[in-house]
C-alpha cells in the first residue's frame, strides 16, 4: 500500500453573540475534521461506509470510499493496481 | 427611510441591552392598561446562571431603565445542535441561555389574595363601611335593626356588640380602603385622580389585591394600572386620555388607525342601597312607609330622617339601577350590558360612576389605533403617558446586531357619554 494524496479540512458553524462587556464575540458549534487519503495497491479490497477504518496514520469514521482499477498500471510488475479513495471523519474537530 | 432605520440600532450593544446583569439575546415586553399586569418574555446569556423565581430584575434596553419584572419561570436551555459552543476559542461548553416569562414588577403583592394567611386572623374576614353606615345600619339607634336594637331585645351583650363593631374598619374615603389593602399585600400606589366614589360597605376578603382595588377604582370611574417601578397608578380614563394625538415612534414605518362600533353601547349597573344617605325632600315611597316607622314589625324600614333634608335607607334593601350610555350613531341601537353588583351596596352615582369605567374603556379601546417604529429613544414611553393605552418593544440580535422595534397604540378620542337614565324601585 503506497499512500499517494493526503487533504486535511476541518470546519465548524459560527455565529455572533452580544456579551456584556459591549464587544461581540464569536461562537462556534458542530465542529468537524476531515481526511482524504488517496493510496494504491495490488489488491482488491471491500470498502464500507460508515465503519471505522484506518489508513496509513489516520483513523476515522468512513463518510465515502471509492475504489478504482487502474488496469494498465502495475506496481514493481504486479498488477492489476487498485486505487482507494477514503474520506474519513475525525472526531474532536481536529486532524 | 430604510437608512435612518439603519442607523438607529448601532448604539445597542449587550452591555447596555440586559436583563440585571445578563445580556439580552431577546425581549418581547407588552405593556397595557388593557390586562392586569405586563407581561414579557426574554432569552439571556447567563453565566452565573437563572435568576430565581419571584426576583425582581430590572430590564436595560439601550441602557434607559425600561423597568422591574418580576421572574415567573426561567428555564436553562441545554440544546446540543443550538447551545454546544466554543466561546472565543475556548474549550467546548453549552452556551448558558435561560429563556425567562417575566410580569411586571409587584405582580406578586398585587396577584395575592386577601387571605387570612396575608392579613392576619385578627383582621380577616376585612370590611370596611362608612361612618354614615356604621351609625345608622350596623349600630341603628335601638328603634330601627342593628346591633343596639340586639342589644336591647337581649339578643346579644355589650361585648358581642363591641366584637361586632370593631370587626369593621370605618372609612371616608374610598383611598383608605386602598391604602389598607396596599399595606396588607405591600404595594405602593399613586393617586393621579380622587376616588369621591365610596361604597356604603365592602369586604374584598379572598380577592386578590388588584381584583379589589380595581372594584374601589370603578366607584370613581377610574382603573388602575402597575407601573415601571411596580407602583399601581389609579388613573381616570378622563384623565388619562384627553384625545390629543397620542405619543408616537421617531419614525412610524407602519400605521393603523381604527373607529369600532362600541360593543356594548350602554351599561346598566343593578345592585342594592341600604344606607344611603337622601338628601333634599323625603323619597317617593316614604309615604307607604311612614305608617310603620318606630315599629319595623309592621313594614320594612325604609327611609329614617336623619337630619334637615336629610334621610337614611335602612332595614330593607332598595333596588337600585342606573343604565349609561356612550354617544354615536350606533348607540341609536343600543347593545346593553348588565353588571349586577350583589356583594356590597350601591348607589346611583356609583352605580353611575361604574358604568362609565366601563363604558370609557369600550370608548378608548374602539378608537384605538396603532404606531411602529424604532424602539430607540422610545424607552420612557409607557401606558398613561401620552395617551398611550399599551406599547410593544421587541429586542432581537439578528446575528451581527439588534434590531429593536415597538408598537404603540394609542386613544385618539376622548370618552364622551351620552344619556344616563336612573330609577328607582320600591319593594312593595
New interface residues.
Given amino acids: 500500500m503506497h499512500i499517494h494524496d493526503i487533504s486535511k479540512s476541518a470546519d465548524?458553524e459560527t455565529?455572533?453573540?452580544?456579551?456584556?462587556?459591549?464587544?461581540?464575540?464569536?461562537?462556534?458549534?458542530?465542529?468537524k475534521a476531515q481526511v482524504d487519503v488517496t493510496y494504491r495497491d495490488t489488491h482488491e479490497a471491500t470498502i464500507t461506509a460508515g465503519s471505522t477504518h484506518t489508513v496509513g496514520a489516520y483513523t476515522g469514521i468512513v463518510s465515502k470510499a471509492t475504489a478504482k482499477i487502474l488496469a494498465k498500471l502495475k506496481e514493481a510488475g504486479v498488477g492489476p493496481v487498485w486505487e482507494f479513495v477514503y474520506s474519513l471523519l475525525v472526531p474532536g474537530g481536529s486532524v | 427611510m430604510t437608512q435612518r432605520w439603519a442607523q438607529y440600532p448601532r448604539n445597542l450593544?449587550?452591555?447596555?441591552?440586559?436583563l440585571g446583569?445578563?445580556?439580552?439575546?431577546s425581549l418581547l415586553a407588552t405593556e397595557s392598561v388593557d390586562s392586569d399586569y405586563d407581561t414579557a418574555s426574554a432569552i439571556t446569556?447567563a453565566p452565573g446562571g437563572p435568576f430565581q423565581k419571584g426576583q425582581t430584575i430590572r430590564t436595560y434596553e439601550g441602557g434607559v431603565d425600561t423597568g422591574g419584572w418580576v421572574v415567573e419561570d426561567g428555564s436553562r436551555e441545554l440544546d446540543g445542535?443550538?447551545t454546544?459552543?466554543?466561546?472565543?476559542?475556548a474549550p467546548?461548553t453549552n452556551?448558558p441561555m435561560v429563556s425567562y416569562k417575566l410580569r411586571r414588577q409587584g405582580y406578586l403583592a398585587a396577584r395575592s389574595t386577601l387571605s387570612e394567611t396575608r392579613i392576619g386572623q385578627g383582621a380577616y374576614p376585612p370590611q370596611f363601611c362608612t361612618a354614615d353606615y356604621m351609625r345608622d345600619t350596623i349600630l341603628g339607634d335601638g328603634a330601627t335593626p342593628g346591633l343596639r336594637k340586639d342589644l336591647a331585645d337581649g339578643k346579644i351583650d355589650n361585648a358581642e356588640l363591641y366584637k361586632r363593631q370593631s370587626s369593621w374598619i370605618v372609612v371616608q374615603f374610598a383611598w383608605q380602603i386602598v391604602q389598607k389593602i396596599c399595606t396588607w399585600v405591600g404595594l405602593t400606589f399613586n393617586l393621579q385622580v380622587d376616588l369621591p366614589g365610596c361604597a356604603t360597605n365592602y369586604s374584598p376578603a379572598d380577592k386578590p389585591a388588584l381584583t379589589a382595588i380595581k372594584e374601589i377604582a370603578a366607584w370613581s370611574g377610574a382603573s388602575c394600572w402597575l407601573d415601571h417601578n411596580g407602583v399601581l397608578q389609579i388613573f381616570g380614563w378622563d384623565q388619562a386620555f384627553t384625545g390629543a394625538c397620542p405619543a408616537r415612534p421617531g419614525y412610524v414605518l407602519q400605521s393603523e388607525t381604527h373607529q369600532n362600533l362600541f360593543s356594548p353601547t350602554h351599561v346598566t349597573v343593578v345592585g342594592t342601597m341600604q344606607g344611603v344617605v337622601w338628601w333634599g325632600g323625603a323619597p317617593a315611597h316614604w309615604a307607604y312607609d311612614h305608617s310603620g316607622y318606630g315599629d319595623p314589625r309592621l313594614k320594612p324600614m325604609v327611609w329614617v330622617p336623619k337630619g334637615p333634608g336629610q334621610w337614611v335607607n335602612v332595614g330593607t334593601p332598595e333596588p337600585c339601577s342606573v343604565t349609561v350610555g356612550l354617544q354615536g350613531p350606533e348607540c341609536a341601537y343600543p347593545v346593553n350590558e348588565r353588571i349586577q353588583i350583589r356583594e356590597y351596596n350601591i348607589n346611583q352615582i356609583l352605580a353611575a360612576n361604574v358604568a362609565k369605567e366601563r363604558l370609557a374603556y369600550v370608548h378608548i379601546m374602539a378608537n384605538a389605533s396603532k404606531w411602529s417604529g424604532p424602539g430607540e429613544g422610545c424607552q420612557n414611553l409607557h401606558p398613561l403617558t401620552q395617551n398611550i393605552i399599551a406599547v410593544t418593544r421587541r429586542l432581537d440580535?439578528t446575528?451581527?446586531y439588534?434590531k429593536y422595534s415597538l408598537d404603540i397604540t394609542g386613544a385618539t378620542a376622548r370618552p364622551t357619554f351620552g344619556d344616563t337614565s336612573d330609577w328607582w324601585t320600591t319593594t312593595q
Fill in positions: 465548524a455565529e455572533l453573540l452580544p456579551d456584556i462587556t459591549g464587544t461581540i464575540i464569536i461562537y462556534a458549534g458542530a465542529p | 450593544t449587550g452591555a447596555n441591552c440586559k446583569d445578563q445580556t439580552l439575546i446569556i445542535s443550538r454546544w459552543r466554543s466561546k472565543a476559542g467546548f452556551v440580535w446575528g451581527t439588534y
